[in-house]
């Protein structure tokens, strides 16, 4: 027969056992850009299945993530547009590239069908400045001599909110537009000439949708998971490609990530034949001394996990995985980066 003095210890360790359990049970936070939520959703959903740890992640735009782990006031930032090398240092952050997509011009056209209408560059920024206001204009029609275009105005559709797929696109335009560069440039948030705002790749999304004659620029997933009709464009080799995983792929494999201090490389205009041009790497910021040292360590954790185990999820999703050449550099920069109170390495 178990005595009393047996019971209490048998209770006493039962509790202390309960107790690790919930201390090594975490929710971690983070907040930014729309681009990657799709993957980021999927990941999390696994992650806390696997391990009990949540990660909490709200899709505020690349400009509210960059100003709250500025703030401290999240875990992580996530952001399309990455930091400077000396915007990093300044805020004390850490950013490292997660997962790789592709911004895509999507149409609501009656009659044209997925990648069917064909876009460069200078007319997407002509269009986006309003000096091209007809879907049967001379010029979209000389690129797509086969198609039938309506006599209807082009309905632009933009983000209204700070916005790292704005910074993408934009960058891309400035890149095969002078006027545009001269007259807007890229920013998380530019002067648009003409257009309906719409807040994050959701909101866009749905304006197109819901808008006969309209264009957009949305994230691949995004796209795909509201059936909006894709634009195919030609790419800085003069191909015409249409947007998708091969195409993402063919852009991120030729950038060098190893010689990007702070791993600020932007993949919009990649040469190569298959190249996407307007592909786009999403980044994580988190404080180089975080003030919530369990906390950091266990968003590192999940990122890594995401790195080991999470490539199917992101492909199911249309986002292409870092290389395993790039994994192994951000493990480093984690090591050599982000470390505790005593200037210890958080995660080994």
Partial sequence: MISKASRLIVHAAL??????????????????????????????????????????????GSGGGIRQIKARTVTFGASDQPLTAKEL?????????????????????????????????????????????????????????KLTLPAKPIVVVHRSD????????TDYLSRVSADWKEKV?????????????AKGNEGVANNVATTKG?????????????QLTTVSLVNSDGKIVAPGKESFEAAAANADWASAPGFFRLLTGQPGAASWPIA???????????????????????????????????EELDFEPMPPSVVTLIRKSWAANVKDANGKPLLN
Avoid: H
């Fill in 280 to 314: 786009a790497a999403t980044f994580i910021l988190l404080p180089k001394q975080p003030q919530d040292s369990a906390a950091a360590l266990e968003a590192l954790k999940f990122f890594d996990w995401a790195f080991a185990k999470g490539a199917a999820a992101a």
């Fill in 162 to 169: 700070g916005s790292g797929t704005t910074f993408c696109f």
């Fill in 214 to 226: 309209a264009i957009g620029y949305v994230e691949f997933a995004y796209a795909r998971q509201n």
């Fill in 15 to 60: 509790a202390a056992i309960l107790s690790m359990g919930s201390a090594r049970a975490l929710d971690i936070s983070g907040a930014g850009a729309t681009f990657p939520l799709p993957v980021y959703a999927k990941w999390a959903q696994s992650y806390s299945k696997e391990t009990g740890n949540r990660v909490n992640y709200q899709s505020i």
């Fill in 89 to 145: 240092d300044a805020a004390g952050l850490i950013q490292w590239p997660q997962v790789v997509g592709g911004v895509t011009p999507v149409v609501n056209l009656d009659g044209i069908g997925a990648n069917e209408l064909v876009l460069d560059g200078p007319l997407l920024a002509r269009i986006y400045l309003g000096e091209i206001k007809l879907w049967d204009d001379p010029a979209i029609r000389a690129r797509n001599p």
């Fill in 185 to 197: 440039g890229e920013n998380v948030a530019v002067e648009w000439p003409l257009g309906l705002g």
